[in-house]
């Protein structure tokens, strides 16, 4: 089975504070996801990453950068946190597949991070 | 544009009835996968099924089976003899080509609950 854990179920912060989520996967995946997941919004990407060291701004990249610096461990960072940010983290990995198109991705248990 | 639209925000059923989620989508891409995602109360995503945008055979997998229709741009979903565990939010996802292969757009989703 894909294995996706994330470093913490919640976590609260103060506004201004630089905040790590660390995301980490057991199955070899070239490919891991950010999210973060909003009442009535669904999920929307954050920063994905196809490789150690690669990563692409998703939808709403404004407020966070990530980490690759081995394959299995993808980190989310908040340089500083606002009250905006308090949010459901989602973290997917997925492998990557000839095409691309349709790989499933795999998640983590989420981090619900509360900035006050 | 690549949407997806979940209508139901909430739907509440008693156990034993059958219930199903709508999914409309829209994208311009022939190639495109569509899938569904339940998230119980535990809050990780659980990979329920996906499907290619050239099979539009129906699927059923125990109570749970899904209608897929190109003609009206659907992917729903419908349990039969719903039960407790089925309460959950419910996410259809859309992936399509893309120049990071990666791209996924999620619904907003839908909360199941079943009462005993």
């Known amino acids: 089975d894909v294995k996706v854990t994330q470093s913490s179920r919640y976590l609260v912060k103060r506004t201004g504070e630089k905040v790590f989520l660390e995301c980490v996967q057991d199955m070899d995946h070239e490919n891991m996801f950010w999210y973060r997941q909003d009442p009535g919004l669904g999920l929307r990407l954050i920063y994905f990453s196809y490789d150690v060291k690669m990563k692409e701004k998703g939808d709403i990249p404004e407020g966070y950068s990530v980490s690759r610096e081995k394959k299995e461990r993808f980190s989310l960072i908040l340089e500083s946190a606002s009250t905006n940010q308090t949010s459901m983290y989602l973290c997917?990995?997925?492998?990557?597949?000839?095409?691309?198109?349709?790989?499933?991705?795999?998640f983590g248990p989420g981090t619900r991070l509360t900035v006050l | 544009a690549q949407k997806v639209t979940q209508a139901q925000t909430e739907i509440s059923v008693v156990e034993k009835e059958d219930v199903t989620l709508d999914c409309v989508y829209e994208t311009r891409d022939t190639t495109y996968y569509l899938f569904w995602y339940k998230q119980p109360p535990s809050g990780e995503l659980v990979f329920l099924i996906r499907r290619n945008s050239f099979d539009e055979q129906n699927e059923i997998s125990g109570r749970y089976s899904w209608n897929f229709q190109k003609s009206t741009s659907s992917f729903n979903f419908t349990i039969t003899a719903s039960q407790v565990v089925d309460s959950a939010v419910y996410f259809c996802?859309?992936?399509?080509?893309?120049?990071?292969?990666?791209?996924?757009?999620f619904g907003a989703g839908t909360r199941l609950t079943v009462k005993p």
């Open positions: 996802a859309l992936s399509f080509p893309d120049y990071n292969n990666n791209d996924m757009r």
């Open positions: 997917a990995s997925s492998p990557w597949t000839s095409g691309g198109v349709g790989d499933t991705q795999y």
